[in-house]
């Protein structure tokens, strides 16, 4: 199989979301249910940024109005 560094570099994935999959990848058989919450805050902190964006994203471009 693939290593997730592998896949984490020829994705050119965020430090962030390399750690999402590299902690989800390894819990069963290294660090178990503390892996998957170290997987989690890194995907709280992704759906922070993206809801971040999101938000700058409507204040710039209202619906039904113009930029």
């Known amino acids: 199989g693939i290593e997730p560094i592998d896949f984490i570099t020829s994705r050119g994935l965020t430090f962030a979301e390399g750690n999402v999959i590299k902690y989800v990848c390894r819990w069963r058989r290294k660090g ?36």
């Open 32 to 67: 178990g249910a503390q892996d998957l919450q170290k997987a989690k805050v890194y995907l709280e902190r992704l759906i922070k940024e993206a809801e971040e964006e999101e938000e700058q994203f409507d204040l710039n471009f209202p619906i039904g109005g113009t930029a």
